[in-house]
């Protein structure tokens, strides 16, 4: 068996990977799915954090759009990325994967705050981290999240599986029949370009602090294993420039 190519990931899922086809809500068969991929991947010793997103169920621009506080909206929304957490610890703990949730939003019943050594410690002892809450502020992403902790914990690489997409194009495919999916890619690129991977504070974070990004489709069952092991699937977004 090959060595994985990477010792130490974050795998960024977005809410709606969550969902499924259903788009809305948490579908146990789909995250069943994810959490054995995962286990597949902690057992060729790859330290494995993982960001969920929150969008299945609530997203903060969505709420100020019809009239509510922003702020409030987005703490609406990083409550919902923790049970998106707490889903999917269920599910790796009943494949008898050890994981533990730390949350940027202190709520001790539920999980550990965030802790950056105590993650760190977490995934040397074998345990899949899950961080929920995001960043813990309003008016952030959990793409932003992602980046902020691949710099945290000093991981290879961000893995940014997508739903419905296999990479990263110069249109969007769904629209555009001639649209062009780029192999590689720079951060300053996708600026320049204002092309729609992630928002511009988790792209500028990811390019200041030159943490490589892979992007791709995680409707195919098997993606997040050769992702993580370094197949060169989807996009990939360098760490160098
Ligand atoms: N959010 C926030 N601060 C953060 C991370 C998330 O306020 O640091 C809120 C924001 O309202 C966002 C929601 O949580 O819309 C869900 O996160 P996101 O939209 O990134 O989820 P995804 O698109 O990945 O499902």
């Not at 790796?92 to 940027?104: F, I, M, Y």
């Not at 019943?109 to 993650?119: F, T, W």
């Not at 599986?161 to 590689?184: H, L």
Request: charged share 25%.
């Amino acid at each position: 068996m090959e060595p994985a190519k990477y010792k130490r990931i974050v795998l960024k899922l977005s809410g709606e990977s969550l969902a499924g086809d259903q788009g809305f809500g948490i579908n146990p068969a789909v995250v069943e799915d994810i959490a054995k991929q995962i286990k597949k991947i902690r057992e060729r010793g790859v330290d494995v954090a993982i960001v969920v997103g929150g969008g299945n169920i609530w997203r903060g621009l969505a709420g100020s759009a019809k009239g509510m506080d922003r702020a409030t909206a987005d703490y609406m929304g990083m409550m919902a990325t923790v049970m998106n957490a707490l889903a999917l610890q269920d599910a790796l703990e009943k494949l008898d994967v050890d994981t533990r949730v730390q949350t940027a939003i202190e709520m001790r019943q539920v999980a550990e705050p965030y802790i950056r050594r105590k993650a760190i410690r977490h995934m040397e002892k074998g345990r899949v981290v899950i961080f929920g809450a995001g960043t813990g502020n309003p008016y952030f992403s959990t793409d932003t999240t992602a980046a902020l902790r691949a710099a945290e914990i000093e991981a290879d690489v961000i893995l940014m599986a997508k739903k419905g997409t296999d990479g990263i194009y110069d249109s969007d495919p769904n629209k555009n029949a001639n649209a062009k999916k780029f192999d590689s890619l720079t951060y300053i690129e996708i600026l320049n370009k204002g092309l729609q991977v992630m928002d511009t504070t988790a792209t500028s974070l990811c390019m200041d602090n030159k943490i490589p990004l892979l992007v791709f489709n995680i409707d195919d069952h098997e993606n997040i294993v050769r992702a993580a092991l370094g197949e060169e699937i989807g996009t990939t977004v360098g760490g160098n420039e």
